[in-house]
């Protein structure tokens, strides 16, 4: 499912840095009407005139001087990347329909109030919801990342994808998503989103996504009981 949003990142980086030009473009107009007006408009100085003169101009270098500075000292916001993926959202069905209801409630959310840009769901030992920007892979096969969430029941935040030579695993998202947070959901399942922004989710972006992630577990708890364990068949005496 597509989403008519604008992209958040985008725009904060282009504030950004209008933000951080402000100083050195303030301070090359002072100087350069400095100049304009020492050459054609008062040919003739006062020693008072002169002195101000000097004052602008060091205004101005300083000015100039911070945005140089500011250039330097702040880093520069990631940029957003277009992803590969398609969109899509599939939903199982069996699934009682409150379930249903309240995971395609909270994918929503994600999609648009975070820079998330593919949402999965496994719980219970399958796939129950994909919805966003998505591969042609459609189930979630948990790898060392999501076996690690589901063992400590800890979420893991990949900053950056790129670095990570576990990011094979998640297969079911573009091949070039920027940044995954995997959440757990309880002790039955994971949620996992994918960004296209590295370095993107703040720290009350992961706040938000746990609340989500502990109100779906709770709804699971509640709802939907687990799986009866497959009886394993008595191996013959030899």
């Known amino acids: 499912m597509t989403r008519d949003r604008p992209d958040l990142p985008d725009k904060n980086t282009r504030d ?8 050195f473009w303030a301070g090359g107009i ?10 054609f408009l008062t040919p003739q100085l006062t020693d008072s005139q002169a002195r101000s003169d000097v004052v602008g101009t060091i205004i101005a270098a300083v000015l100039i001087l911070i945005g140089l500075l500011w250039q ?19 939903i199982a069905t069996d699934l009682p329909e409150a379930i249903q209801v309240e995971l395609a409630w909270a994918s929503h959310l994600l999609l648009t109030n975070t820079v998330t840009k593919s949402v999965a769901v496994w719980l219970d030992g399958r796939t129950i919801l994909r919805r966003g920007l998505l591969s042609e892979v459609e189930t979630v096969t948990p790898g060392t990342i999501v076996q690690r969430v589901l063992e400590l ?7 950056k994808l790129a670095l990570y030579p576990g990011r094979v695993e998640f297969d ?9 947070i995997c959440q757990p959901i309880g002790d039955r399942g994971v949620l996992i989103l994918g960004a296209n922004v590295p370095r993107s989710y703040t720290r009350q972006d992961e706040k938000w996504i746990a609340g989500i992630a502990d109100k779906l577990a709770e709804s699971v708890d509640r709802l939907l009981p687990p799986p009866e364990p497959e ?8």
């Open 16 to 23: 950004v840095n209008a933000v951080r030009l402000l100083p």
């Open 153 to 159: 029941k800890k979420p893991v935040y990949l900053v």
């Open 231 to 238: 009886p394993q068949t008595p191996s013959e005496s030899i």
């Open 72 to 90: 330097r000292i702040q880093p520069v916001p990631p940029e957003a990347v277009e992803l590969d993926g398609q969109p899509g959202f599939t």
């Open 30 to 39: 002072a100087g350069t009407a400095l100049l304009l007006n020492r050459l």
């Open 172 to 180: 079911y998202f573009p091949e070039n998503t920027q940044g995954i």
